[in-house]
C-alpha cells in the first residue's frame, strides 16, 4: 500500500494539478486575457482530448518503453507542460500546452493504474488499492488549494502555474522510490486479443463512463468561477472550498471502498455517481456557503472513487494481460467525455443565464449516467 500511494503522485499531477487546479486560475486567466467562458472551457477540453490521445497511445507506449518508463516520461513532462503554461499568454500556445499536459498525464495515469492492479494482489483488496492511486488526484486539488488561490493576489496566474509547476515536480520526485519497488504487471499474450476478450463484454461500462466525464468536468471546470459570482466567494473562501474537495477525495476512498467491494457488475460506479450527482446539484438549490461547502464534500468525497469503481470492474472482467487494455479503453471513454463537457458547458454558460446552466447540464449529464452504467451486469474474467 505504501508502493500505491506513492504511485498515487501519478494522478496528483495528471488530474489534480494539470487538470483540476486550472478552475482555480480560470477567472484570473479569463479577466486578464479577455476569455469568453468557451474560449476558458476550450481549455480543459484541449487537456482532456490530449488525455484521450495519450490513452490511446498507452498500450503501444508500453509495449515499446515498458510500463515503468511510461509512468516516469509521463508524469515529468506533465511537470513540465504545466511549468510552461505560466511562460505564456497566448491562446494558441496555452491549447498546445494543454494539450500535451494532457496527452502526458494520460501516460503515467494508465501505467500507474496496471501497476497498482498487479501491486494489489486479490480482488478483495483491489478496490482500496485502486482507491489510494486515484486518491491521488485529490492530494493534488488539496495541495493547489493551499496555494494557488493566496498566491494569486501577489503573483497572478502566472505564477500560479509556476507554482503548481512546483508542486508537480516534487510529486514526481516522491513517486520514484515507489516505482523502482513495484512490481510489473503481467504481459499481453497472444490468447488475448480483441476476439478471446472483446471490449464490448464492458461496453455498456464505456458508455456510463463517457457521460460521467462530461458530467463532472464541467462542475470541475466552472464550480469556482460560480462561487465568485453568484456567492461572491473570497479567496480564502475558495482555498477552503476547494481544499475540502481535494480532502473529501482522498477520505472518500475508505469510505466507498468496502462498498465497491460487495457492489457487483456496473452498481458500484452507479452508486458513487448518484453521490457525484448529488453534490453537483445542491449549488444549484442553494447559494449559502453552508451548501457550497456540503456540494465539495459529497461531490469531492465520491467522484474519484467512480474511477476506482470502473476500474475494479474491469479488472474482475479481464485476465490480468488484458488490464493495461482495459484500464487504457476506460481511460479513452473518460477522455472523450472530458472533450465534450467543458467545450458545451462553457458555450451555455456564455449565455444570459451565464454559469448556472453550464452547471444545470452538468447535473442533467449526471443522471443519465448513472441509469446507464447500473444496467452493466457482472462479468467474469476468461480464463
Not at 494489489?120 to 493551499?146: Q, T, W
Request: proline letters at 5%.
Amino acid at each position: 500500500m505504501w508502493i500505491v500511494a506513492g504511485l498515487a503522485m501519478g494522478p496528483a499531477v495528471a488530474l489534480g494539478l494539470a487538470r483540476f487546479a486550472y478552475a482555480l486560475l480560470l477567472p484570473a486567466m479569463r479577466s486578464d486575457l479577455g476569455w469568453s467562458y468557451a474560449a476558458a472551457g476550450a481549455m480543459n477540453t484541449a487537456n482532456a482530448a490530449g488525455y484521450l490521445c495519450g490513452a490511446l497511445l498507452a498500450a503501444p507506449a508500453v509495449q515499446r518503453l515498458g510500463v515503468k518508463r511510461t509512468y516516469l516520461t509521463g508524469i515529468l513532462l506533465t511537470a513540465a507542460a504545466i511549468t510552461a503554461c505560466g511562460l505564456t499568454g497566448q491562446f494558441a500556445l496555452l491549447l498546445t500546452l494543454r494539450l500535451a499536459a494532457g496527452v502526458m498525464g494520460a501516460l503515467a495515469f494508465v501505467a500507474g493504474g496496471a501497476i497498482t492492479a498487479a501491486a494489489s494482489g486479490s480482488a478483495v483488496r483491489a478496490p482500496l488499492a485502486l482507491g489510494i492511486y486515484f486518491a491521488g488526484g485529490g492530494m493534488g486539488i488539496a495541495m493547489s488549494a493551499v496555494t494557488i488561490p493566496l498566491l494569486l493576489s501577489a503573483a497572478g496566474w502566472r505564477g500560479g502555474w509556476l507554482a503548481l509547476g512546483g508542486l508537480a515536480l516534487i510529486a514526481s520526485c516522491i513517486a520514484m522510490p515507489a516505482l523502482k519497488r513495484a512490481p510489473l504487471p503481467a504481459l499481453p499474450t497472444h490468447r488475448v486479443d480483441a476476439v478471446l476478450w472483446p471490449l464490448r463484454r464492458i461496453a455498456i461500462e464505456l458508455g456510463g463512463y463517457v457521460l460521467f466525464g462530461a458530467g463532472y468536468i464541467a462542475y470541475v471546470t466552472f464550480i469556482i468561477a460560480h462561487l465568485r459570482t453568484a456567492s461572491d466567494f473570497t479567496p480564502a473562501e475558495i482555498s477552503l472550498f476547494w481544499a475540502t474537495l481535494g480532502i473529501a477525495a482522498v477520505g472518500g476512498v475508505f469510505a466507498w471502498s468496502p462498498v465497491l467491494a460487495r457492489l457487483k457488475g456496473g452498481l458500484g460506479a452507479a452508486a458513487t455517481i448518484s453521490m457525484v450527482t448529488l453534490g453537483a446539484a445542491v449549488p444549484l438549490v442553494a447559494d449559502s456557503r453552508a451548501a457550497a461547502y456540503v456540494s465539495a464534500i459529497l461531490f469531492g468525497g465520491s467522484f474519484l472513487s467512480v474511477i476506482t469503481a470502473v476500474t475494479s470492474f474491469a479488472r474482475r472482467a479481464a485476465p490480468p494481460e488484458a488490464w493495461t487494455r482495459a484500464i487504457a479503453a476506460l481511460t479513452v471513454a473518460f477522455g472523450i467525455g472530458q472533450c465534450v463537457g467543458p467545450l458545451l458547458s462553457g458555450y451555455l454558460s456564455d449565455g444570459p443565464n451565464g454559469v448556472r446552466l453550464g452547471l444545470e447540464l452538468s447535473a442533467a449529464i449526471l443522471v443519465a449516467s448513472t441509469f446507464v452504467i447500473a444496467l452493466q451486469r457482472e462479468l467474469p474474467a476468461p480464463r
